[in-house]
């Protein structure tokens, strides 16, 4: 038996030491072509493009143009 963060012996004493949570280990890679990662590459591109586009209507000129007018 549980009570309120505490566990309870068979007894019905209740044990003044706390629950100790299971232990948990992530075992998904988090590091290379993971799906999180390409998920994300993906969408900063869209953004990017999206952001570029914006720019080449609000000015009316290329990127190319736009960067190297000062």
């Known amino acids: ?5 505490f566990a309870v012996n068979e ?3 209740i044990n003044k030491v706390a629950i ?3 232990v948990y280990v992530d075992t998904t890679p988090t590091f290379g072509f993971t799906n999180y990662a390409e998920k994300l590459n993906g969408r ?3 953004i ?3 952001a570029l ?3 080449e209507l609000s000015t009316g000129h290329g990127l ?3 960067l190297t007018n000062f």
Do not use: D
């Open 44 to 46: 900063l591109a869209m």
């Open 20 to 22: 100790e949570p299971k």
């Open 1 to 5: 038996m549980i009570g309120k963060g």
């Open 53 to 55: 586009i914006v720019v």
């Open 64 to 66: 190319i143009q736009w």
């Open 48 to 50: 990017g493009f999206i």
């Open 11 to 13: 007894r019905g004493k």
